[in-house]
């Protein structure tokens, strides 16, 4: 589904991402572990164009995501990401946030789109705020509501960057149990996270990363949290 294949990124002179292998396979919940700075957002972010490669192959169904039959705009529609700051738009309502990249990109009608919104708010237990603003919400809240978001594109993969560091402790445990349910529907996830007890219990593999490098990925993930 997503290979890396001798993957470089540089910014200017810092060499963030080195000779990076990776594959990525349909249905894998895969956590992305390893100290601040190692280069796991910029490995997560290349996946769906927010940062260009510098050098080597990034595969996305089988397109090199730098030839000229590939399109970014595709690619978004497959790949679906969740930052640590949630990113909602402001000025839109919890259900405006929800539809709007459904009814624009993907051409649904208002109708149809609000029917997937409504599924996806109360899957995730927030259909009740339909109608609020996110300012008005809490981090937890709010972070439920993007993962809501991220599905409504009906995407291949769910990336999410570090979902619950922004998050007050009290609300980290509501956004990891839709997390899990996700999981265990079969839904493809790439996870960049701090929280190993999730990556314990939710993880089909690990990939450890430090100083730009691949060190390890495992799927003996139970072996590998006792090592
Ligand atoms: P991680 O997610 O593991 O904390 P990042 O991928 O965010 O790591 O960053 C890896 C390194 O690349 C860090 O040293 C960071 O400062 C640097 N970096 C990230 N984004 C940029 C950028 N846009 N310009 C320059 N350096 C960057
Ligand atoms: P977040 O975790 O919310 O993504 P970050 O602090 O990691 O916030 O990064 C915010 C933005 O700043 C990103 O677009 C990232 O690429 C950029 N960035 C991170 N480190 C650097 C750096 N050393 N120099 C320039 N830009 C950076």
Redesign the pocket.
């Known amino acids: 589904m997503i290979e890396f294949k001798n993957v470089e990124k540089y910014?200017g002179k810092f060499h963030a991402l080195k000779n990076i292998n990776l594959h990525f396979e349909k249905g894998e919940v895969v956590v992305v572990i390893g100290p601040s700075g190692s280069g796991k957002?910029t490995m997560l972010r290349t996946i769906n164009g927010l940062e260009t490669i510098s050098s080597g192959e990034l595969l996305i169904d089988g397109v090199n995501i730098r030839s000229k039959e590939s399109k970014l705009s595709e690619i978004r529609k497959n790949v679906g990401m969740v930052?640590?700051?949630f990113n909602l738009y402001p000025n839109k309502t919890v259900l405006e946030n929800i539809t709007l990249a459904p009814m624009k990109v993907l051409k649904q009608s208002e109708t149809e789109a609000n029917d997937t919104a409504e599924k996806l708010l109360k899957r995730v237990g927030m259909w009740d705020k339909k109608d609020s603003y996110p300012s008005m919400l809490s981090g937890g809240q709010q972070q439920r509501i993007a993962i809501a978001r991220g599905l409504a594109m009906k995407p291949e993969v769910l990336l999410f960057?570090?979902p619950t560091s922004a998050l007050d402790p009290e609300m980290i445990g509501d956004v990891l149990d839709v997390m899990k349910k996700l999981a265990n529907e079969g839904m493809s996830m790439i996870v960049v996270t701090h929280e190993m007890g999730f990556a314990r219990e939710v993880a089909d593999r690990v990939v450890f990363m430090a100083d730009g490098e691949v060190l390890e990925d495992s799927r003996n993930v139970v072996e590998f949290f006792e090592n």
């Open positions: 910014y957002s930052f640590q700051h960057d570090e």
